[in-house]
């Protein structure tokens, strides 16, 4: 299999799937400025949307889109306990985390990431997100990970979001159960094995 990542952005989240899972991947780095690949290949011919991740399987298929290519990870080593059965009511509530995820936060970040974002608006873009991880804040009260006990691929796509808020200079300092989780998931053998691949950890 074949990872298109760039560091840092969302795709770390499959990057640490992958190293939860113990699967073997080639990392293939693409520049997210000039949407090439390291030997000059256009990106756009990979995915034609442009944006990473993509996984590309052993048979040539591509994958596109966070949350299905953690869970298509998951699935591949049952064993690992990343993701809830198929069919079983954990399993609709790892979606729903994954969907909370991609649509309240990733989405979220977007504006503040974005140079031609109004200075006006990005306040409210600021305390929308920051409602929004006080929400997550509330449900880790208690519990190691987003579903209980378990680490799943949820857990791993929540670390690679919130880690955003140090780079648009987002205050989370108050969300005391985010941050015992930021530290937990990143003490992870394969989250530091996922973001030292990734040129983020020395």
């Given amino acids: 299999m074949k990872l298109y990542y760039s560091p840092g952005a969302c795709s770390l989240s499959a990057h640490i799937a992958l190293h939860e899972a113990g699967l073997a991947c080639t990392p293939m780095l ?7 690949l390291q030997d000059g290949t256009d990106f756009y011919s990979i995915n ?4 990473v991740p993509v996984l590309e399987l052993d048979n040539g298929e591509r994958l596109r ?11 591949q080593v049952p064993a690992k306990n990343l993701a809830p059965a198929n069919g079983s009511m954990a399993r609709y509530r790892l979606q729903e985390w994954l969907t909370f995820i991609g649509t309240e936060l990733h ?5 503040l990431f974005n140079p031609a974002t109004p200075a006006d608006y990005q306040p409210q873009v600021r305390e929308r997100l920051l409602k929004r991880l006080q929400w997550i804040d ?3 009260a208690g519990k190691p990970y987003l579903m209980g006990e378990q ?7 929540l670390f690679t979001v919130a880690n955003w808020a140090g780079f648009v200079r987002l205050d989370i300092s108050g969300v005391k159960n985010l941050s ?3 530290a937990r998931v990143a003490a992870r053998p394969a989250v530091q094995a996922a973001m030292k691949a990734e040129g983020l950890l020395k």
Avoid at 65 to 75: F, K, L, N, T, W
Avoid at 151 to 157: E, H, K
Wanted: glycine share 16%; no cysteine; aromatic share 16%.
């Fill in 30 to 36: 693409v520049s997210t400025k000039s949407h090439q």
């Fill in 48 to 51: 034609p949307l442009g944006y």
């Fill in 65 to 75: 889109e966070g949350p299905a290519i953690v869970q298509y990870i998951a699935d």
């Fill in 107 to 111: 989405q979220g970040f977007g504006p």
């Fill in 138 to 140: 509330g449900q880790l």
């Fill in 151 to 157: 680490f799943t691929v949820a857990d791993g796509y």
């Fill in 180 to 182: 015992a989780f930021q």
